[in-house]
């Protein structure tokens, strides 16, 4: 295989896609790039790329940020502990690194939020070091050009992909390599429908020869997602809303939504009146409820909405009136960063 880097070199300088974060060697830039990427497509991902820069252009910006303010430009981009490692590691980068990123790959690494894959990219892509990066592109990749069956979620498995990478890395070249590697797995070497015909390193790929691509990648048995029903409240008073921030760690941690009961599975609407009577002393009038579900990568949700209207003349009950609960005009609630099932459905609710 020892074409094998000039050739997807080649390939890549002729068909690689001109995304931002490849036109740049800003050390900031390419953090905050990879970051966003982690969970998301490429092309949600330039929009939030090109947004959160024009909010935070910088990482003494990004650490004297509020953490809403953070949340509010993450908002709908999902696994929000993602931006709140984000903003934990600029504070470190500024209060302990001078306000730039480390070069070198051992101190990117112990960046909050910052694991293997991602401090190879930065030192790769920012200061040309060399250090393989294996996302899902390039370990659906090597998979198939070495017909591996080790699992590529085990550590196993991890060992010898990250092995097999170091070994076919373009020392010289590692940024452009690492692309070439990575946007070959993403435009070719697809998922379910390879384009094994158009793709440079062909000759080298032991599935394609035996006809197995689809056997490849090897993963472990997927666990069933746990399943949650969510009854918010949407209660209004007066013009104003009640809404609370999530502070356990838990999902959506650091986002916003309304009062809510969690029930162990669905529950009409007369249960959910009964338990509201219940916690309150009083008795709410539901004027509707709205269902939706909602996937996450380890739990199913299942929300219902509830619309329920106080009188203008009358005290809110404790239940909502207290410490963990804010009582806000709609025009301040509305701008606060919920969870996207949330704010998909908000125009709807209120």
């Known amino acids: 295989m020892t074409d094998f880097t000039l050739l997807i070199r080649e390939w890549y300088l002729r068909n690689g896609r001109n995304l931002p974060w490849r036109q740049t060697n800003d050390s900031?830039?390419?953090?905050?790039?990879?970051?966003?990427?982690?969970?998301?497509?490429?092309?949600?991902?330039?929009?939030?790329?090109?947004?959160?820069?024009?909010?935070?252009?910088?990482?003494?910006?990004?650490?004297?940020?509020?953490?809403?303010?953070?949340?509010?430009?993450?908002?709908?981009?999902?696994?929000?502990?993602?931006?709140?490692?984000?903003?934990?590691?600029a504070k470190t980068i500024v209060n302990e690194h001078n306000g730039s990123l480390p070069q070198t790959y051992e101190k990117i690494k112990t960046l909050k939020g910052i694991g293997q894959y991602t401090a190879s990219a930065i030192?790769?892509?920012?200061?040309?070091?060399?250090?393989?990066?294996?996302?899902?592109?390039?370990?659906?990749?090597?998979?198939?050009?070495?017909?591996?069956?080790?699992?590529?979620?085990?550590?196993?498995?991890?060992?010898?992909?990250?092995?097999?990478?170091?070994?076919?890395?373009?020392?010289?070249?590692?940024?452009?390599?690492?692309?070439?590697?990575?946007?070959?797995?993403?435009?070719?070497?697809?998922?379910?429908s390879p384009f094994c015909t158009k793709c440079p390193v062909a000759k080298h790929c032991k599935a394609y020869a035996e006809s197995t691509q689809l056997r490849y990648p090897v993963k472990k048995k997927k666990t069933a997602r746990k399943k949650r029903y969510l009854n918010?409240?949407?209660?209004?008073?007066?013009?104003?809303?009640?809404?609370?921030?999530r502070i356990e760690k838990d999902i959506w941690q650091g986002l916003y939504q309304f009062p809510l009961i969690e029930t162990t599975s669905s529950a009409s609407s007369k249960e959910i009146s009964r338990k509201l009577r219940q916690m309150t002393g009083a008795d709410a009038k539901i004027i509707c409820?709205?269902?939706?579900?909602?996937?996450?990568?380890?739990?199913?949700?299942?929300?219902?909405?509830?619309?329920?209207?106080?009188?203008?003349?009358?005290?809110?009950?404790?239940?909502?009136?207290?410490?963990?609960?804010?009582?806000?005009?709609?025009?301040?609630?509305l701008p606060l960063p919920f969870p996207r099932l949330i704010r998909e459905n908000i125009e709807n609710l209120l």
């Open 232 to 245: 918010f409240f949407i209660v209004r008073h007066q013009d104003h809303i009640i809404v609370q921030k």
């Open 289 to 333: 409820r709205t269902e939706k579900k909602h996937m996450l990568t380890h739990q199913v949700i299942y929300a219902s909405f509830y619309n329920i209207d106080w009188p203008e003349d009358s005290i809110l009950p404790d239940r909502f009136n207290n410490i963990k609960n804010k009582i806000l005009p709609f025009h301040k609630a």
């Open 123 to 192: 030192a790769s892509f920012a200061f040309a070091l060399p250090h393989a990066v294996v996302d899902g592109n390039v370990y659906r990749l090597l998979s198939r050009i070495f017909a591996a069956d080790f699992e590529i979620d085990s550590n196993e498995g991890k060992k010898f992909f990250e092995k097999k990478a170091a070994e076919l890395l373009d020392l010289n070249d590692p940024a452009t390599h690492n692309h070439a590697i990575m946007e070959l797995g993403a435009l070719i070497c697809k998922p379910t």
């Open 28 to 89: 900031y830039k390419i953090w905050i790039s990879e970051i966003i990427l982690q969970q998301t497509q490429v092309k949600q991902g330039i929009k939030y790329y090109s947004s959160f820069l024009k909010a935070f252009p910088d990482v003494r910006t990004l650490a004297r940020a509020s953490e809403t303010q953070v949340m509010q430009q993450w908002e709908g981009l999902g696994y929000y502990s993602r931006a709140r490692n984000l903003h934990e590691a």
